[in-house]
T-cell receptor, first 116, second 119 residues
Framework: GAVVSQHPSRVICKSGTSVKIECRSLDFQATTMFWYRQFPKQSLMLMATSNEGSKATYEQGVEKDKFLINHASLTLSTLTVTSAHPEDSSFYIC????????????FGPGTRLTVL | AQKITQTQPGMFVQEKEAVTLDCTYDTSDPSYGLFWYKQPSSGEMIFLIYQGSYDQQNATEGRYSLNFQKARKSANLVISASQLGDSAMYFCAMREVPPSGGSNYKLTFGKGTLLTVNP
């Protein structure tokens, strides 16, 4: 199967700081990567879609200046939560797909962000 | 209207028995895909099974099978011979053709069903 890693798995930061989360596809080239957030006992909500080498497409209601997404290579995408606040505390999960078409998304293990 | 509906917030099953997790969907597209993912307490989303809208046969993967009833727009997951390690959240998801001008296929998830397998 296709493997996706995320780093860090957990992060605790102070309010006002920025946090970067990395998402890597380990054994395939992810033309497309997706970023989700999940609040406790809730479903996954898509935040944005990124294609390698182009700007991310954000879902309605997601602040693109707050959640910076970079997809610089076919194996790496990063999500930076800028000026984090306690309400940004959540579980962030990325996934990768081999193409823009109907390929299965393979998910990373997630990053739990806690903003104090 | 919700695109993916999972009506069972929680389900219990005895070890070694079979269990069915319900999923209904709503789409007007003729081409779509349906997925089931498992999320244990560790948080990782594990892909279980996929069913394409044009697939003639129900998908099966080991102990997992998908009961696809297209006319009823349902895609229930059947887990046979439940194991203690099956205890987790299960999410049904649908992938649709992107709207005109869009290029990425996105997943829409249901709210999930928490399955507990009792010894």
């Amino acid at each position: 199967g296709a493997v996706v890693s995320q780093h860090p798995s957990r992060v605790i930061c102070k309010s006002g700081t920025s946090v970067k989360i990395e998402c890597r596809s380990l054994d395939f080239q992810a033309t497309t990567m997706f970023w989700y957030r999940q609040f406790p006992k809730q479903s996954l909500m898509l935040m944005a879609t990124s294609n390698e080498g182009s700007k991310a497409t954000y879902e309605q209601g997601v602040e693109k200046d707050k959640f910076l997404i970079n997809h610089a290579s076919l194996t790496l995408s990063t999500l930076t939560v800028t000026s984090a606040h306690p309400e940004d505390s959540s579980f962030y999960i990325c996934s990768g797909a081999r193409d823009r078409g109907p390929d299965t998304q393979y998910f990373g293990p997630g990053t739990r962000l806690t903003v104090l | 209207a919700q695109k993916i509906t999972q009506t069972q917030p929680g389900m219990f099953v005895q070890e070694k028995e079979a269990v069915t997790l319900d999923c209904t969907y709503d789409t007007s597209d003729p081409s779509y895909g349906l997925f089931w993912y498992k999320q244990p307490s560790s948080g990782e989303m594990i892909f279980l099974i996929y069913q394409g809208s044009y697939d003639q046969q129900n998908a099966t993967e080991g102990r997992y099978s998908l009961n696809f009833q297209k006319a009823r727009k349902s895609a229930n997951l059947v887990i046979s011979a439940s194991q203690l390690g099956d205890s987790a959240m299960y999410f049904c998801a649908m992938r649709e053709v992107p709207p005109s001008g869009g290029s990425n296929y996105k997943l829409t998830f249901g709210k999930g069903t928490l399955l507990t397998v009792n010894p």
